[in-house]
C-alpha cells in the first residue's frame, strides 16, 4: 500500500509534470537543431561544396604507383605486381598530362639534378662521332738522306736521333775515290775543249763539247750542287770529299749509319721527318662510317694538354676494314707550328657531321 501510494504519488508527482517535460525537450532539442542548421546553415554548406569538390577532383582518378617502379600506374590502391610494395598515390601535377615518354621535374629536383635548357631553335641536326687516334709523321714530309755515290762516312753531323736541323745543314762529309775520278774527267773534258780550240774540225770540238757536258752531268747525279761544279771548273781544284746537305728542315728521326762505315750507292744515312704537318690515325667503327666524309673537320684534344682542343681535316678513308680489330682508319692532317703534337702520341677527337633533312650527311 504504502509501496503503491509512493507509487501513485510517484506518478502523480511525475507524470502531469513530465509529460510536458518530455515535450518540451523534444521541442527544444528540435529548436536548437534547426537553429544550429540556420546559424552554420553558411559554413556547412561550404564544407559540403568543398567535399563535393573534392569528390569532383578525385573523380579524375588518382593513379597509384609503386616508389621503385614508376611505370606500374593502377587505378586503385594496393601492391606492386612486380615487388609486392605498397603502391603510393601519383603526385598530382608531376605527371598529369603527360605521355609516358616527358616526365616533369620540380624547380628543386631540376637544381639537383643540375639540369640545363635551351630554347628550341631551327637549326642542321647533328651526330657526333667519338674517335680515337694516334699521331704519326707524315708520310709526304718525310726525306732520305742517301749516298748517291759510293765511299766512306768520314763524319756525320747531325749524331744522334731527334736532332733539329735546318734545310742545307752539313749532314755528312764523305769520302769517295768515285767522286775524285769523276772530278778529273770533267778537268780533262774541259782541258780537252780548250786543246782544240784551234782546230777546224767541229766534229772533234763537238765530241768535247758533250764530254764536259757529260762529266757535269755525272758529278751532279753524285749530289753535287751547281755551285760545286763550278767552283771545280774554275778552279780546278779537285776534292775527294763530299759534304751532303740537309735537302729539308725537320727532326732526324732515324740515323742508319755508322761514322767510319763504307757505303754504296743508295745506302740510307739518315731520315729527316719535317714535323710542322702531322696525320693523325682514327679508329672508326664500321657502324660509324655513314657519318665520316673526306674534308670533315675532327676536333680532338690530346691528355699532353689538358683543356686545348686542335682542329683536324680528315683526308682519307681507308677502303680496307683492319680484319682485327673491326675498325677502319681514318687519317686526317694537322699543322703543328707550335710543335705541340709528337708522333706516337695518343688523342681522342670528334666528328660533328651535320645532317640534312632526309638524315643524310651534309657533305
Ligand atoms: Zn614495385
Given at each position: 500500500m504504502n509501496d503503491n501510494v509512493t507509487l501513485g504519488n510517484k506518478f502523480k508527482g511525475i507524470t502531469p509534470k513530465g509529460v510536458s517535460g518530455w515535450i518540451g525537450?523534444?521541442?527544444?532539442?528540435?529548436?536548437?537543431?534547426?537553429?544550429?542548421?540556420?546559424?552554420?546553415?553558411?559554413?556547412?554548406?561550404?564544407?559540403v561544396n568543398s567535399q563535393k569538390d573534392s569528390v569532383e577532383e578525385s573523380s579524375t582518378p588518382t593513379i597509384w604507383t609503386c616508389s621503385m617502379h614508376p611505370q606500374i600506374k593502377l587505378p586503385k590502391p594496393g601492391k606492386c605486381p612486380i615487388c609486392l610494395m605498397d603502391l603510393i598515390p601519383l603526385e598530382t601535377g608531376t605527371s598529369e598530362g603527360l605521355d609516358p615518354s616527358q616526365i616533369r621535374i620540380s624547380q628543386?629536383?631540376?637544381e639537383l639534378a643540375q639540369i640545363q635548357s635551351t630554347p628550341v631553335t631551327r637549326g642542321f641536326a647533328e651526330v657526333e662521332i667519338r674517335l680515337v687516334g694516334k699521331i704519326a709523321i707524315d708520310e709526304r714530309k718525310l726525306n732520305y738522306i742517301t749516298a748517291w755515290v759510293p765511299g766512306r762516312l768520314d763524319r756525320l753531323y747531325a749524331d744522334y736521333t731527334g736532332v733539329n736541323v735546318n734545310k742545307g745543314d752539313h749532314m755528312v762529309y764523305m769520302y769517295s775515290p768515285e767522286l775524285l775520278a769523276a772530278q778529273e774527267e770533267l778537268l780533262q773534258a774541259i782541258k780537252a775543249v780548250d786543246a782544240l780550240g784551234n782546230t777546224k774540225?767541229?766534229?772533234?770540238?763537238?765530241?768535247?763539247?758533250?764530254?764536259?757536258?757529260?762529266?757535269?752531268?755525272?758529278?751532279?747525279?753524285?749530289?753535287?750542287?751547281?755551285?760545286?761544279?763550278?767552283?771545280?771548273?774554275?778552279?780546278?781544284?779537285?776534292?775527294?770529299?763530299?759534304?751532303i746537305n740537309a735537302p729539308i728542315g725537320g727532326i732526324?728521326?732515324?740515323k742508319?749509319?755508322?761514322?767510319?762505315?763504307?757505303?754504296?750507292?743508295?745506302?740510307?744515312?739518315?731520315?729527316?721527318?719535317?714535323?710542322?704537318?702531322?696525320?693523325?690515325?682514327?679508329?672508326?667503327?664500321?657502324?660509324?662510317?655513314?657519318?665520316?666524309?673526306?674534308?670533315?673537320?675532327?676536333?680532338?684534344?690530346?691528355?699532353?694538354?689538358?683543356?686545348?682542343?686542335?682542329?683536324?681535316?680528315?683526308?682519307?678513308?681507308?677502303?680496307?676494314?683492319?680484319?682485327?680489330?673491326r675498325t677502319i682508319k681514318i687519317r686526317a692532317n694537322v699543322e703543328n707550328k707550335k710543335s705541340l703534337l709528337k708522333?706516337?702520341?695518343?688523342?681522342?677527337?670528334?666528328?660533328?657531321?651535320?645532317?640534312?633533312?632526309?638524315?643524310?650527311v651534309i657533305d
Open positions: 525537450l523534444i521541442i527544444v532539442i528540435i529548436l536548437a537543431f534547426s537553429f544550429g542548421i540556420m546559424t552554420s546553415g553558411g559554413s556547412d554548406s561550404s564544407e628543386s629536383a631540376k774540225s767541229s766534229i772533234l770540238k763537238g765530241t768535247a763539247a758533250q764530254t764536259v757536258i757529260a762529266s757535269k752531268e755525272k758529278l751532279r747525279l753524285f749530289g753535287l750542287t751547281n755551285e760545286q761544279i763550278k767552283d771545280i771548273e774554275t778552279t780546278g781544284k779537285t776534292s775527294d770529299h763530299l759534304t732526324v728521326v732515324h742508319n749509319a755508322k761514322e767510319g762505315m763504307y757505303v754504296k750507292t743508295g745506302t740510307q744515312i739518315y731520315t729527316i721527318a719535317d714535323l710542322t704537318e702531322l696525320w693523325i690515325y682514327f679508329e672508326a667503327y664500321e657502324s660509324d662510317l655513314p657519318w665520316l666524309r673526306y674534308g670533315q673537320t675532327v676536333e680532338f684534344s690530346s691528355p699532353s694538354f689538358p683543356g686545348e682542343t686542335f682542329e683536324a681535316v680528315i683526308s682519307f678513308i681507308d677502303p680496307v676494314v683492319d680484319s682485327k680489330k708522333p706516337d702520341m695518343f688523342v681522342s677527337g670528334i666528328v660533328k657531321s651535320k645532317l640534312n633533312n632526309n638524315g643524310k
